[in-house]
C-alpha cells in the first residue's frame, strides 16, 4: 500500500508544472526561419487571444514572405506587415492592418528581454496590432547602472517618501541606538586601557569583560544596521507606490544585466512569446544598414511554421 502511495504521489508531482521554470509551463512554439537564420520562438500560455491569433495567422500563412520591415539597433526589430509581401526597394513598410487589431493583455511577469516577441500598438492605444509584430534587441548594462537610474529617476519620490517614514520617532529610535552603540565602545576602551595598564595580562575577570563588552558592541552595531535597513525597505515600499516613478523587478535587472532589452517597454506592450534559440540571428538582423525609414536596404524575408 505504502509503495503504491508513493508511485501515485510521484506520478502527480510530474505532472504538475514547475513554476519556478517558465518554459516549461508553455505549450507553443514556432519557428521563424529568414535568409538571415532561424529563430525557434515559445509562446506564452498566459496570453490566449494573443497567442491563438498569432498561431491562427501562422497556420493561414499570413506572415509568409514578408519582410522585416523597421529594424532600430539596441532596440528591436519589426516584421510581418502585409504591405510588405511586394513592396518595392525603399517603400515605406509597416502600416499594419486595423482591422487586426485585438484587445491587449499585457502582464507584469512578461519582460521586454532580449528575444520578447510582442504585438505592436498605434498611439496611446494599448489593442494589440496582430498584423505585425516585433521582437526586442535592447542592450546589455551592469545591475549597479540600472540602479544608479532607479536612483536618478526617482530620486524626487524617494526623497518624499524619506521624509514620510523618518518621523521624530523613528530619528529617535536611531539615535538611542547610536548612543547606545557609542557607549558599547567606550566601554570596550576603557576595559582596553586597563588591561594595557598592566605589567603582565593576567586579570581573567578583566579579559572576560573585554570580551563580552566587544560582543555586545558588535550585536547593538548588528541591530543598528537591521533597523536601517527596515527602514530603507520601508522608504523603498512608500517610493515605489507613488505614481510615475519607475523601478525594475529582480527578473528585469537580471535580464538586462546579462541578455540585454528595452526597459521603457515594460507594461506598454502585449508580449506573447520569446526567442529560445537563435538570439543571434536578432543581432545579425539589427546590424543591416537601413534608409531613413529604418527599412533594411537588404531584404530580410521570413516564412513562419508551428512546430509545436
Known amino acids: 500500500m505504502k509503495i503504491l502511495l508513493k508511485t501515485m504521489l510521484v506520478a502527480v508531482a510530474l505532472s504538475l508544472p514547475v513554476w519556478g521554470n517558465e518554459a516549461s509551463a508553455q505549450t507553443h512554439y514556432v519557428m521563424i526561419e529568414t535568409n538571415m537564420g532561424n529563430m525557434k ?39 510581418g506587415a502585409p504591405d510588405s509581401r511586394n513592396a518595392g526597394p525603399g517603400w515605406s513598410l509597416g502600416y499594419g492592418d486595423i482591422d487586426e487589431e485585438i484587445d491587449g493583455e499585457i502582464r ?7 528575444g520578447a516577441l510582442a504585438a505592436p500598438h ?9 498584423s505585425m509584430f ?45 548612543d547606545s552603540i ?26 572576560k569583560l573585554l570580551k563580552k563588552t566587544k560582543e555586545e558592541s558588535t550585536a547593538m552595531g548588528q541591530k543598528y544596521n537591521e533597523y536601517v535597513r527596515k527602514i530603507n525597505q520601508e522608504i523603498d515600499s512608500v517610493a515605489r507606490a507613488t505614481p510615475g516613478t519607475r523601478f525594475f523587478t529582480e527578473d528585469e535587472l537580471e535580464a ?10 515594460y507594461k506598454e506592450y502585449t508580449i506573447y512569446g520569446e526567442v529560445v534559440e537563435g538570439l543571434d540571428v536578432i543581432d545579425k538582423i539589427a546590424e543591416l544598414e ?15 511554421r508551428v512546430i509545436k
Not at 523618518?166 to 529617535?172: C, I, R
Request: positive net charge; hydrophobic residues 35%.
Open 41 to 79: 520562438v515559445m509562446l506564452y500560455d498566459d496570453t490566449p487571444k494573443t497567442t491563438a491569433n498569432f498561431l491562427k495567422k501562422v497556420r493561414e500563412g499570413y506572415y509568409n514572405e514578408t519582410l522585416f520591415g523597421r529594424v532600430i539597433q539596441s532596440f528591436m526589430i519589426q516584421g
Open 108 to 114: 507584469a511577469n512578461h519582460i521586454p528581454k532580449k
Open 122 to 130: 498605434r498611439e496611446k492605444m494599448k489593442n494589440s496590432d496582430m
Open 134 to 178: 516585433f521582437i526586442v534587441q535592447g542592450y546589455v548594462q551592469s545591475k549597479a547602472y540600472w540602479k544608479g537610474w532607479e536612483k536618478a529617476n526617482n530620486a524626487e519620490a524617494r526623497n518624499a517618501a524619506k521624509k514620510k517614514v523618518m518621523t521624530q520617532s523613528v530619528k529617535k529610535r536611531m539615535q538611542d541606538i547610536k
Open 182 to 207: 557609542q557607549l558599547m565602545n567606550d566601554s570596550v576602551q576603557r576595559v582596553r586601557n586597563q588591561l594595557m595598564s598592566l605589567v603582565t595580562v593576567t586579570d581573567s575577570t578583566l579579559i
Open 256 to 265: 538586462y544585466s546579462t541578455i540585454g532589452g528595452a526597459y521603457h517597454l
Open 290 to 304: 537601413t534608409n531613413a525609414a529604418d527599412r533594411p536596404r537588404k531584404d530580410v524575408r521570413m516564412n513562419i
